[in-house]
């Protein structure tokens, strides 16, 4: 960022996208890599015979945490020195946070402390703007800042970069192929917009077609589907539940759910990530209770769970969660927006995966964006629910409903997962995926990081710790041509920073290679590799126990992996 | 510990025994701090200051208790203060006779008829229809139900640009905005959004009805004030209410009230500390379909040194010259609005909300905003299919004239408002509500016919039976039989219109969402692409419909 710029080429308009001369072959291949060998496939479906635990943490050696800590200590004394004396010289670079004319500030400098003095530095990894299908590749347009990040030049040239950060798990956000032609005739033969609520005009017969496609798909009765996944959540809650029920939610679960039970007005009880026991005590302990101070019955009590956890890439305990349910009686809320699609031996999420009926649970929600490469949110359940649900919440009466082409492209790709359409495609993507997660997981353990997550879980985040590494890893992966996504606090713990890698099908085992080496290059320069091997990676099994730690070579990785993954289980 | 003290009190030998043994632990304590490296210092320190000060050793000694304890204290321990203590056995017991009740109240029999007559709309949503409802099925119906006031969203222009967005770009944006989710058409949009509004910078959000409830979160929190229209649509309550700041509610457009309620707070605001002060309101009434005073609006606000949150979800694209909301009407900058709120999925013929304003309220959203931060962007087309609407507005934008992209749909308005404005005969039955600028028709049964047919004034608001029911809970008393009924008269002259060809909607607001009292309005939204003979049909029919139904209620009581 020292460095000197010429920037009067430069503009700071974000530019169009660059004329690009592909043939439809070579875009395609860009959009989904093409298989080079059946060994690179696996299955995503949980083995019976082995009995569920709670995953394994691996923790870093303490200098790691405690420079971690004074990572923060330092930036936060730097930046209220900086506040202090900026706001006191320099009040015109705050003008949104001091009063003025009488007027309160837009927001106090306390409220906005973390945005301007933490994340700031780290705004170059943020928000890259982009241009064309974020598939296997993901063009973004190259920039650079003069001014710490406040403002960004560009000179109107992009980088396709491996795509390691969109939501794209099976690999169908494509501009070639069945999905993109029919979602097209959809837009010709209905138009852009859906032109309403739901309940007034908004609901064609794609709605409701698709909505039966969806409820086939998944087992239920019955669904509605929504145009945006954080709406679904958020206003979901206040149909069900009131100040006399009780919401018990893991505390990792994503924030519209929060917000969504916020609204409602219901009471919450968190319980430990993942902690079934906490789960019962709470269950066993709020029954017996009652609602607080009163002591009166609750009316209801549902727990809220997410399938696969966006942040961790770890599964909720379903079978257990099910067992509790039924047996105190209370109502399942599980949250399938990352594992619908992804998961299971047909992608129908983490029912499937786990092998349980998906009408043991009450509440299915999901979002669409995911797997199928389009945009919104449903919720599933039995008729009479949704019959409920379809007159009660409020986005059905007041808001917009989804969009032809959105829903013309959920259904077209549910079709081609579920096999109804081109062949083996679906079960092929869901395969790659499969292998692709138990790849990269397997691969990066190996190389010494710590990983957390299930074994074929999509969602793979690669610990950092130390906050100014964050910035220089996401940096130095896209000078290799690797685009990812980093992710600090707030969404996690202060001091469990971490790159989240987001698999996708469309990327190929020879992509994987590139990014394990790129990955290997940069955990030397940044000192990353941490792991003990008690999470997996070791050679021998209980390695970790000698204090031997997993630190293999490059070249062995690439060389053993592949076969290995598709297997092993720690 | 001054002996004294226990010789004068003659205490037990019990008390003088627990002071020799604290005494002999105190000396241990110290002989073992004493080896420690640095224990000296600790000693001389509290010996020191116990000297100075015996009272601050033992709150020193309480401080560090009570550091520890909160340490040490779960983080997930929940507020069982007042638990009842109970054995193992009583548990059980209670959770066996534990009863929930249902996940959600089932359908009663008479209300069934709501989800019946949701019309089902085969292919594009556009002037005329093809509509199954229920039973009930009619092609070629005159739609006066759409949102798309400027019926662009079929436009050719619209379609082929999307069309070439999704050839490039796929459907989904397949990331949050901020996660590489940002695609050039993206920002492309925001940037036209803003220059069309006039305003500095400009937001979009993937869901119109998500918008309200994220943005008043940003800005609003315990200890703020915020005064919110009395006639402000659900969305706008919740996204109050969830701020969890000061409410205070002013009756519709009644901008006397306002003042006189600023000025009552105004005393208090002064001595107080400086929170943040905002007005919500709408542009264009969703429940009334009429518009405040802006320019007496503006003027109060700045007065007081409030904000103004305006929410033009209806008013963009159908007020002003050239479709730019309310202000554009009193000619008033957009800079004197704080914060626009806005539908994409109305006039703009697309998907989406957004808000408008300077650019520091807009960055602090980008980093706070729960629906921006937490949720896939719109998918790309939309916002392709929003650019070219404004460019086609912009383009043929002739200064002092109505742009003709608008000027139809203010005719039309102003012709269907004017057929039931001067119609003596239906003013019998039913009171038009909406001004004639209005592109959404309000029509609510007439006061006089209402006490006849034994209607309440309005349902639902402060002190209501619905409003008891949702305080304690009882989610089966939520049903209200008077609400039921009068919709399902609306409906009736619903379904007789369809007969004849004609689709006008009703309010379709739920009892127990609502804050404030409501009443069931037929509707009929007005569209750029309709014709006067078109209009004309329509009046016709949906006269004669309400007519007929609310003539035959009034004569036979059902």
Redesign the interface.
């Given at each position: 960022m020292s460095k000197t710029y010429d920037t009067s080429e430069l503009s700071k308009h974000?530019?169009?996208?660059p004329v690009n001369n592909l043939s439809i072959e070579e875009k395609a291949e860009m959009?989904f890599g093409s298989l080079s060998s059946d060994k690179y496939l696996a299955s995503a479906q949980h083995d019976p015979s082995i009995e569920i635990r709670t995953q394994v943490l691996d923790e870093p050696p303490y200098y790691v945490v405690i420079s971690t800590y004074l990572n923060y200590l330092t930036l936060i004394i730097i930046g209220h020195i900086r506040d202090f004396f900026g706001m006191t010289f320099m009040p015109q670079y705050y003008?949104?946070m001091v009063?003025k004319?009488?007027?309160?500030?837009?927001?106090s400098a306390f409220?906005?402390f973390y945005?301007r003095r933490l994340?700031r530095r780290l705004d170059d990894c943020?928000?890259?703007?982009?241009?064309?299908?974020?598939?296997r590749y993901?063009n973004?347009?190259n920039r650079a800042s003069t001014d710490y990040n406040e403002s960004f030049y560009y000179d109107g040239t992009a980088t396709p970069c491996l795509?390691l950060?969109?939501?794209?798990y099976l690999g169908?956000?494509?501009?070639v192929g069945k999905?993109?032609d029919d979602?097209?005739d959809a837009?010709?033969?209905?138009?852009?917009?859906?032109?309403?609520?739901?309940?007034?005009?908004?609901?064609?017969?794609l709605?409701?077609k698709t909505e039966k496609i969806l409820s086939k798909f998944l087992g239920k009765e019955d669904s509605i589907i929504?145009?945006?996944?954080?709406?679904t959540n958020?206003?979901l809650f206040?149909?069900?539940v009131?100040?006399?029920?009780l919401v018990i939610s893991d505390?990792l679960n994503?924030?519209?759910i929060r917000?969504g039970i916020?609204?409602s007005g219901a009471a919450v009880?968190?319980?430990?990530h993942n902690d079934m026991e906490?789960l019962e005590k709470?269950l066993?302990?709020s029954?017996?209770?009652g609602q607080?101070?009163t002591?009166r019955?609750?009316?209801?009590?549902f727990i809220c769970v997410e399938g696969l956890y966006s942040m961790e890439g770890t599964y909720v305990n379903l079978p257990k969660i099910v067992e509790l349910k039924e047996k105190?009686?209370?109502?399942l809320f599980v949250d399938e927006a990352h594992s619908i699609g992804a998961l299971g031996k047909s992608g129908k999420g983490i029912c499937e995966y786990y092998n349980v009926d998906p009408n043991k649970i009450?509440?299915l929600m999901g979002?669409l964006?995911?797997s199928?490469?389009?945009?919104g949110g449903y919720i599933s359940?039995n008729k009479?629910?949704c019959?409920?649900?379809?007159?009660?919440i409020?986005?059905n009466?007041?808001?917009?409903s989804?969009?032809p082409?959105?829903l013309q492209?959920i259904s077209t790709s549910m079709r081609i997962i579920s096999g109804e359409l081109n062949d083996n495609e679906g079960e092929l993507r869901l395969q790659r995926i499969a292998f692709n997660s138990r790849y990269l997981r397997l691969g990066l353990k190996r190389l010494g990081f710590i990983v957390y997550g299930a074994d074929d879980s999509p969602v793979i985040p690669l610990l950092i710790y130390n906050p100014a590494k964050m910035p220089r890893f996401s940096q130095l992966l896209l000078e290799r041509g690797i685009?990812v996504?980093i992710v600090g606090y707030p969404a996690t713990d202060i001091i469990s920073s971490r790159i989240r890698f987001c698999m996708s099908a469309a990327l190929t085992k020879e992509d994987i290679d590139l990014i394990l080496a790129a990955c290997a290059d940069v955990g030397d320069r940044l000192n990353l590799k941490f792991s003990t091997g008690i999470a997996g990676g070791e050679r021998n099994p209980g390695d970790w126990k000698k204090g031997i730690k997993p630190r293999w070579s490059i070249e062995e990785v690439i060389e053993k992996t592949p076969e290995d993954c598709r297997h092993e289980v720690y | 510990m001054p002996t004294s003290l226990i010789d004068n009190k003659e205490s037990s030998n019990f008390l003088v025994g627990l002071a020799y043994k604290a005494n002999d632990i105190w000396y241990d304590l110290v002989e073992i701090l004493m080896q420690l490296p640095g224990g000296e210092l600790i000693i001389n320190y509290i010996k020191a200051s116990h000297k100075n000060d015996p009272w601050r050793t033992l709150l020193e000694a309480l401080l560090a208790l009570f550091a520890i304890k909160y340490f040490l204290a779960s983080r997930y321990s929940q507020d069982d203060k007042d638990n009842m203590v109970l054995s193992k056995k009583e548990t059980d017991e209670l959770i066996e006779d534990w009863v929930p009740e249902p996940v959600v109240v089932d359908l009663r029999e008479d209300e069934k008829w709501q989800i019946e007559t949701n019309p089902i709309i085969n292919g594009a949503v556009s002037k005329r229809v093809d509509i199954q409802q229920g039973d009930l099925i009619s092609t070629n119906v005159l739609n006066f139900a759409s949102l798309d006031f400027l019926g662009m969203s079929t436009d050719k222009k619209v379609v082929e640009n999307s069309v070439e967005c999704i050839r490039e770009v796929g459907v989904g944006a397949c990331g949050p905005p901020n996660f590489y989710g940002t695609q050039s058409v993206h920002v492309r949009c925001r940037e036209d959004l803003a220059m069309f509004l006039g305003a500095e910078d400009c937001i979009m959000y993937g869901q119109d009805f998500a918008t309200p409830i994220s943005v008043l979160p940003c800005f609003l929190k315990r200890g703020d004030i915020v005064i919110v229209d009395g006639g402000a649509y659900v969305g706008l309550q919740k996204a109050a209410m969830i701020s969890r700041c000061n409410i205070e509610w002013f009756n519709h457009n009644d901008l006397d009230d306002l003042e006189s309620i600023l000025e009552n707070l105004s005393k208090d605001l002064e001595q107080g500390p400086l929170n943040r002060r905002f007005i919500v309101t709408e542009g264009l009434s969703e429940n009334f379909g009429d518009s405040p005073d802006l320019k007496r609006l503006v003027e109060i606000k700045n007065k007081y040194k409030f904000r103004l949150i305006l929410d033009e979800s209806n008013s963009i694209g159908t007020l002003g010259d050239n479709g730019r909301g309310l202000p554009e009407v009193y000619n008033i900058p957009r800079s004197e609005i704080e914060i626009t709120i806005g539908s994409m999925a109305r006039s703009f013929g697309s998907s989406g909300g957004f808000c408008a304003g300077d650019k520091d309220m807009i960055y602090h959203q980008i980093l706070t905003s729960n629906a921006y931060v937490f949720s896939a962007a719109l998918p790309p087309y939309c916002a392709v299919a929003v650019s070219t609407i404004i460019k086609a507005i912009i383009d043929e934008e002739v200064e002092g004239k109505v742009n003709p992209h608008i000027r139809p749909l203010k005719e039309n308005s102003a012709y269907l408002h004017s057929l039931f404005n001067n119609s003596k005969e239906l003013s019998k039955y039913v009171t038009v509500k909406s001004d004639s600028y209005s592109p959404s028709l309000h029509l609510r049964i007439d006061a006089d016919l209402r006490e006849a047919l034994d209607l309440p004034d309005v349902y639902g608001g402060p002190g209501s039976a619905v409003t008891k029911a949702l305080k304690n809970g009882n989610e089966e008393l939520f049903f209200d039989q008077y609400y039921n009924l009068e919709s399902f008269k609306l409906q009736t002259i619903i379904n007789k219109c369809v007969e004849a060809k004609v689709l006008p909607t009703r309010t379709k607001r739920i009892l127990h969402h609502e804050v404030l009292p409501i009443v069931p309005e037929l509707i009929l939204h007005i569209n750029a692409t309709h014709t006067k003979q078109d209009l004309d049909y329509a009046y016709s029919v949906v006269s004669k419909a309400i007519i007929d139904t609310l003539e035959h209620w009034r004569k036979t009581g059902n």
């Amino acid at each position: 960022m020292s460095k000197t710029y010429d920037t009067s080429e430069l503009s700071k308009h974000v530019p169009n996208p660059p004329v690009n001369n592909l043939s439809i072959e070579e875009k395609a291949e860009m959009e989904f890599g093409s298989l080079s060998s059946d060994k690179y496939l696996a299955s995503a479906q949980h083995d019976p015979s082995i009995e569920i635990r709670t995953q394994v943490l691996d923790e870093p050696p303490y200098y790691v945490v405690i420079s971690t800590y004074l990572n923060y200590l330092t930036l936060i004394i730097i930046g209220h020195i900086r506040d202090f004396f900026g706001m006191t010289f320099m009040p015109q670079y705050y003008s949104a946070m001091v009063a003025k004319n009488g007027y309160p500030p837009w927001y106090s400098a306390f409220e906005s402390f973390y945005p301007r003095r933490l994340k700031r530095r780290l705004d170059d990894c943020f928000a890259r703007p982009i241009y064309g299908v974020p598939g296997r590749y993901i063009n973004c347009f190259n920039r650079a800042s003069t001014d710490y990040n406040e403002s960004f030049y560009y000179d109107g040239t992009a980088t396709p970069c491996l795509n390691l950060s969109s939501y794209n798990y099976l690999g169908f956000a494509q501009s070639v192929g069945k999905c993109t032609d029919d979602s097209i005739d959809a837009v010709y033969k209905y138009g852009v917009s859906s032109c309403g609520p739901r309940n007034v005009i908004g609901t064609t017969d794609l709605h409701v077609k698709t909505e039966k496609i969806l409820s086939k798909f998944l087992g239920k009765e019955d669904s509605i589907i929504f145009s945006m996944g954080w709406g679904t959540n958020a206003h979901l809650f206040t149909s069900m539940v009131n100040s006399k029920c009780l919401v018990i939610s893991d505390s990792l679960n994503h924030a519209s759910i929060r917000f969504g039970i916020r609204l409602s007005g219901a009471a919450v009880k968190v319980f430990p990530h993942n902690d079934m026991e906490a789960l019962e005590k709470i269950l066993r302990n709020s029954i017996s209770q009652g609602q607080s101070k009163t002591h009166r019955p609750w009316k209801k009590i549902f727990i809220c769970v997410e399938g696969l956890y966006s942040m961790e890439g770890t599964y909720v305990n379903l079978p257990k969660i099910v067992e509790l349910k039924e047996k105190y009686n209370c109502y399942l809320f599980v949250d399938e927006a990352h594992s619908i699609g992804a998961l299971g031996k047909s992608g129908k999420g983490i029912c499937e995966y786990y092998n349980v009926d998906p009408n043991k649970i009450d509440i299915l929600m999901g979002t669409l964006t995911k797997s199928f490469g389009a945009a919104g949110g449903y919720i599933s359940a039995n008729k009479n629910i949704c019959d409920r649900l379809r007159l009660d919440i409020t986005v059905n009466n007041y808001g917009e409903s989804i969009p032809p082409a959105v829903l013309q492209q959920i259904s077209t790709s549910m079709r081609i997962i579920s096999g109804e359409l081109n062949d083996n495609e679906g079960e092929l993507r869901l395969q790659r995926i499969a292998f692709n997660s138990r790849y990269l997981r397997l691969g990066l353990k190996r190389l010494g990081f710590i990983v957390y997550g299930a074994d074929d879980s999509p969602v793979i985040p690669l610990l950092i710790y130390n906050p100014a590494k964050m910035p220089r890893f996401s940096q130095l992966l896209l000078e290799r041509g690797i685009a990812v996504v980093i992710v600090g606090y707030p969404a996690t713990d202060i001091i469990s920073s971490r790159i989240r890698f987001c698999m996708s099908a469309a990327l190929t085992k020879e992509d994987i290679d590139l990014i394990l080496a790129a990955c290997a290059d940069v955990g030397d320069r940044l000192n990353l590799k941490f792991s003990t091997g008690i999470a997996g990676g070791e050679r021998n099994p209980g390695d970790w126990k000698k204090g031997i730690k997993p630190r293999w070579s490059i070249e062995e990785v690439i060389e053993k992996t592949p076969e290995d993954c598709r297997h092993e289980v720690y | 510990m001054p002996t004294s003290l226990i010789d004068n009190k003659e205490s037990s030998n019990f008390l003088v025994g627990l002071a020799y043994k604290a005494n002999d632990i105190w000396y241990d304590l110290v002989e073992i701090l004493m080896q420690l490296p640095g224990g000296e210092l600790i000693i001389n320190y509290i010996k020191a200051s116990h000297k100075n000060d015996p009272w601050r050793t033992l709150l020193e000694a309480l401080l560090a208790l009570f550091a520890i304890k909160y340490f040490l204290a779960s983080r997930y321990s929940q507020d069982d203060k007042d638990n009842m203590v109970l054995s193992k056995k009583e548990t059980d017991e209670l959770i066996e006779d534990w009863v929930p009740e249902p996940v959600v109240v089932d359908l009663r029999e008479d209300e069934k008829w709501q989800i019946e007559t949701n019309p089902i709309i085969n292919g594009a949503v556009s002037k005329r229809v093809d509509i199954q409802q229920g039973d009930l099925i009619s092609t070629n119906v005159l739609n006066f139900a759409s949102l798309d006031f400027l019926g662009m969203s079929t436009d050719k222009k619209v379609v082929e640009n999307s069309v070439e967005c999704i050839r490039e770009v796929g459907v989904g944006a397949c990331g949050p905005p901020n996660f590489y989710g940002t695609q050039s058409v993206h920002v492309r949009c925001r940037e036209d959004l803003a220059m069309f509004l006039g305003a500095e910078d400009c937001i979009m959000y993937g869901q119109d009805f998500a918008t309200p409830i994220s943005v008043l979160p940003c800005f609003l929190k315990r200890g703020d004030i915020v005064i919110v229209d009395g006639g402000a649509y659900v969305g706008l309550q919740k996204a109050a209410m969830i701020s969890r700041c000061n409410i205070e509610w002013f009756n519709h457009n009644d901008l006397d009230d306002l003042e006189s309620i600023l000025e009552n707070l105004s005393k208090d605001l002064e001595q107080g500390p400086l929170n943040r002060r905002f007005i919500v309101t709408e542009g264009l009434s969703e429940n009334f379909g009429d518009s405040p005073d802006l320019k007496r609006l503006v003027e109060i606000k700045n007065k007081y040194k409030f904000r103004l949150i305006l929410d033009e979800s209806n008013s963009i694209g159908t007020l002003g010259d050239n479709g730019r909301g309310l202000p554009e009407v009193y000619n008033i900058p957009r800079s004197e609005i704080e914060i626009t709120i806005g539908s994409m999925a109305r006039s703009f013929g697309s998907s989406g909300g957004f808000c408008a304003g300077d650019k520091d309220m807009i960055y602090h959203q980008i980093l706070t905003s729960n629906a921006y931060v937490f949720s896939a962007a719109l998918p790309p087309y939309c916002a392709v299919a929003v650019s070219t609407i404004i460019k086609a507005i912009i383009d043929e934008e002739v200064e002092g004239k109505v742009n003709p992209h608008i000027r139809p749909l203010k005719e039309n308005s102003a012709y269907l408002h004017s057929l039931f404005n001067n119609s003596k005969e239906l003013s019998k039955y039913v009171t038009v509500k909406s001004d004639s600028y209005s592109p959404s028709l309000h029509l609510r049964i007439d006061a006089d016919l209402r006490e006849a047919l034994d209607l309440p004034d309005v349902y639902g608001g402060p002190g209501s039976a619905v409003t008891k029911a949702l305080k304690n809970g009882n989610e089966e008393l939520f049903f209200d039989q008077y609400y039921n009924l009068e919709s399902f008269k609306l409906q009736t002259i619903i379904n007789k219109c369809v007969e004849a060809k004609v689709l006008p909607t009703r309010t379709k607001r739920i009892l127990h969402h609502e804050v404030l009292p409501i009443v069931p309005e037929l509707i009929l939204h007005i569209n750029a692409t309709h014709t006067k003979q078109d209009l004309d049909y329509a009046y016709s029919v949906v006269s004669k419909a309400i007519i007929d139904t609310l003539e035959h209620w009034r004569k036979t009581g059902n």
